[in-house]
């Protein structure tokens, strides 16, 4: 997984990764969403949610879309209960400015010993919850990132860089009221430089879409925007369409 994203980031410049949270629909919705949101170009599709997303709800909503769709399917674990053998890669994910060592370390020992027994494929990531950090920020006991200080974002990037996470995820929470600001998206690339800078929180359209993608993320998240669009693959294909252009722009 980690390799195909890596060769979608070299040819079009940026990817584009669809969040469903198992715990907001039935699996047969989630299905639906997945399905029009590959129809519009999207790359992967990511589950997690910080609350309730994990047990047989995820089980089986992983297992449908993996029996309906031909891209990834990406965990992205609130907890150990993130996890299932029904999904092609797990982000192996550290909230580094959390006040709670569960959310740094905890939950990944619980979860270690299960993932290295399917052998499933990880990648290790840095997840930066920066303000508003909405349920994440909440639940996660984040010290929110300030929008206004870049260079904080950045120095926690560089920690997860040089503790050899490959992956560095800048979070503003989902259905936040807008997306980080260009600046801090783009300090904390700078200092990344060729690691993997997934944005997500509050990108509802393309050139919100267009503005990340320029700023320097290498992946867009979008979630609450296409789990509300009347027509997800037209606004799947705006936002792929937006990222796109952004990065050539
Ligand atoms: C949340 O960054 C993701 O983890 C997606 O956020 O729901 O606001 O798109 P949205």
Sequence with gaps: VE?????????EGVAHVTLID????????????ATEAVAGGTNAIMLGGSTDAGGQLLDLTAKMIKENVSVPIILFPGSTSGFTTNADCVLFMSLLNSRDPHYIVGNQMLGALTLYKTGMESIPMAYLVCEPGGTVGWVGDAKLLPRAKPELAAAYALTGKYYG????????????????????????????????LIVGGGIRDGKAAAIC???????????????????VKALTAEIVMGAKMGKKA
Excluded at 3 to 11: G, M, R, V
Excluded at 215 to 231: M, N, Q, S
């Design 22 to 33: 198992p715990a907001s629909q039935k699996p047969e919705e989630a299905v639906r969403l």
């Design 165 to 196: 996470m490959r992956y560095t995820y800048l979070e503003a929470g989902s259905g936040a009221d807008s997306p980080l600001p260009p600046e801090m998206i783009g300090t904390v690339k700078h200092v990344l430089k060729d690691s993997v």
């Design 3 to 11: 390799e195909y994203l890596s060769e979608i980031i070299q040819k």
């Design 213 to 231: 993608a320029k700023a320097g993320a290498d992946i867009i998240v979008t979630g609450t925007a296409i789990e509300k669009a009347d027509d």
